[in-house]
């Protein structure tokens, strides 16, 4: 089976969607986790100003 340019760029173009779709499920999981904790700590340090 051969592969031509067109369809290699399409399906590297999907393959290349879905690994930016889970590296920002990713981010978003850690950033929302970094938030969480910094809430916390500000909280304790300066009181519920938020």
């Known amino acids: 089976m051969n592969i031509t340019t067109g369809e ?3 399906y ?9 779709a889970l590296a920002a499920i990713i ?4 950033l929302t986790g970094s938030r ?4 916390r700590k ?3 340090e300066y ?4």
């Open 42 to 44: 500000l909280r304790e």
């Open 12 to 20: 590297g173009g999907i393959g290349g969607m879905a690994l930016v």
């Open 8 to 10: 290699l760029l399409f």
């Open 47 to 50: 009181g519920d100003f938020i």
């Open 36 to 39: 969480k904790r910094l809430r």
């Open 27 to 30: 981010t978003v999981v850690i």
